[in-house]
């Protein structure tokens, strides 16, 4: 994603909406199973590979990028999270990735491979619906993780992933006033729709700010790059006022060893296997860094 068109980590990979018909998660009161917004031939097809190529068995981290690679070519499409002004859905369309669910649906789809569980759409949401909502759980507009520090805190907090920035050499505080959502409530569907929205949200984002975010510089980058594997998370950190990444992705060692970088990309409008990740740093002004997580293996609990 280019830094000049950011909007927040899902608003501002793009500004249209697409004309899916999004489903949520079934409420006491719907008797329809959650059912993927579009994609069902994705799904499939990743359902068949996982059983013809056994990813099951593999690290979780290993698997997060064997599916990430298998969702190459696939289109990029941005704002399809929002398509409701009241009521937050969680939307799982895998006919169209942006750079934040194309992480989202890989992390969720090792999940279930690697904890056994029935590869369902409905599965897959539940993933999701963990990853994408603050607890775990989608509460409104406000309770989705908007920003990559805020979702990486979360995730980690609970378990899904373990920031790994914090222990990388040479990484130094983020120190960013994260308030560009609050700052362009027009910009937001649902800020627009419901301008009481915007105070919370505000100091929200003050009590985010104060956390020790940690990144590692572009410039130290190549000092760290043995230290990365295949299927650790990537926040792009950014110079731009008010947001602390302007894009995400996974790292992808290749067969030579070179550490690429995974992703949705907007400048080129599908998923693709990117070229080595400090080339990628180099050719955006203001990408400053990295933030990192790396995906755990989830616990399977027993009652």
Request: aromatic share 6%; net charge positive; proline share 7%.
């Amino acid at each position: 994603m280019k830094p000049e068109n950011l909007l927040t980590r899902r608003r501002l990979l793009a500004q249209s909406a697409v004309g899916i018909a999004a489903i949520a998660l079934p409420s006491v009161l719907q008797a329809a199973p959650p059912a993927l917004a579009g994609g069902a031939d994705v799904f499939a097809r990743l359902a068949r590979m996982s059983k013809e190529t056994r990813w099951a068995p593999l690290p979780i981290g290993v698997l997060v990028g064997e599916i990430g690679l298998a969702l190459v070519g696939t289109p990029y499409v941005g704002g399809t999270l929002e398509v409701d002004d009241d009521r937050e859905t969680c939307v799982v369309n895998l006919a169209g990735l942006d750079c934040v669910t194309f992480y989202e649906v890989a992390l969720g789809f090792a999940r279930i491979l690697r904890l056994g569980a029935p590869l369902t759409p409905a599965r897959l949401i539940a993933e999701v619906e963990k990853m994408r909502y603050r607890g775990g759980h989608a509460d409104g507009y406000l309770s989705r993780l908007h920003y990559t520090s805020d979702w990486l805190y979360d995730n980690n907090r609970r378990g899904i992933v373990k920031l790994a920035s914090p222990l990388l050499p040479g990484a130094i505080p983020l120190d960013k006033e994260l308030n560009f959502m609050s700052s362009h409530p027009t910009a937001y569907r649902q800020l627009k729709a419901h301008p009481e929205w915007v105070k919370k949200l505000a100091a929200m984002e003050h009590i985010w700010s104060m956390r020790k975010t940690m990144y590692v510089p572009n410039d130290v980058v190549p000092m760290v790059e043995s230290l990365l594997e295949t299927g650790d998370i990537l926040g792009i950190a950014t110079s731009a006022p008010g947001l602390d990444t302007s894009h995400t992705g996974l790292c992808y060692r290749d067969h030579e060893g070179a550490l690429r970088i995974l992703h949705a990309s907007s400048a080129h409008k599908k998923v693709e296997l990117g070229p080595r990740l400090v080339d990628y740093l180099a050719s955006v002004k203001k990408d400053i860094g990295i933030l990192v997580a790396r995906p755990m293996e989830p616990v399977q609990i027993r009652h």
